[in-house]
């Protein structure tokens, strides 16, 4: 089973709302990411998770927080977001952290106003 | 991680083999190649990677030069289901810890009835 699940499947949010992602697996992996992928693009590495610790961040504004309160769990928190922010947001998860192959998620479609 | 190039799109009859072909010609000895495909609007789907010799799965085979150089995914019996686009990437072996994919912009692979 390499099944990665993301809620919600698709959110709209004003500039001023606070909302959070939430992706899951339980396949025991102790790598986990957060991709976004805009339209008629491929998807661009936000953040990577290994063994519940932040290890990569890639320049990504703060108003995205990423947490994993634990292995099997990792949250998007969302605040103050802009228009362009809209995107395809993509959890994956991968067993180990030495080039390990990642399994994605479906995706939350996020459409900010 | 060595650069790939991809044609950007692709035809191929339902019920025949797809080859789609990636170059990666600065690939170093520890790199792998690795296809995923993405069908539009889902999560990034893993096919099958390699580093050396040909890699065949319930998916598909995937062909590696002898040079390294460039390698060719098979979709052997292509179904209308494969329509997708289909990213070729190379990942270093990383010692040191979980890193992200690099999505170039990949081939759009439509399958005709």
């Not at chain 1, 699940?5 to 396949?27: A, D, I, R, W």
């Not at chain 1, 949250?75 to 080039?99: K, M, R, T, V, W």
């Not at chain 2, 070729?88 to 439509?110: E, N, P, Q, W």
């Amino acid at each position: 089973d390499t099944e990665v699940t993301q809620t919600p499947k698709h959110l709209v949010m004003g500039m001023t709302n606070k909302k959070s992602l939430k992706c899951e697996q339980h396949m025991g992996h102790r790598a986990m990411y957060w991709y976004k992928q805009k339209a008629k693009k491929p998807p661009e590495l936000m953040f990577v998770y290994s063994y519940e610790k932040l290890s990569i961040n890639e320049s990504v504004p703060s108003r995205f927080s990423p947490e994993c309160p634990n292995s099997s769990l990792l949250n998007l928190h969302l605040h103050a977001l802009q228009p362009e922010d809209s995107a395809l947001y993509l959890c994956a998860s991968s067993q180990g952290i030495y080039q390990e192959t990642q399994y994605f998620g479906p995706g939350t479609r996020l459409l900010v106003l | 991680d060595a650069k790939t190039t991809q044609p950007t799109s692709m035809d191929c009859a339902e019920g025949r083999a797809a080859n789609l072909p990636c170059n990666h010609s600065t690939i170093s000895g520890n790199e792998y190649v690795y296809w995923y495909r993405q069908i539009h609007s889902q999560g990034p789907q893993y096919i099958i990677h390699g580093l050396k010799n040909n890699e065949t799965n319930e998916m598909a085979s995937l062909i590696i030069t002898e040079d390294r150089k460039s390698s060719t995914l098979i979709l052997p019996h292509a179904t209308l289901r494969d329509t997708a686009v289909y990213y070729c990437i190379v990942r270093r072996y990383s010692g040191g810890g979980a890193d992200g994919l690099t999505f170039g912009k990949g081939t759009h692979l439509i399958i005709q009835p």
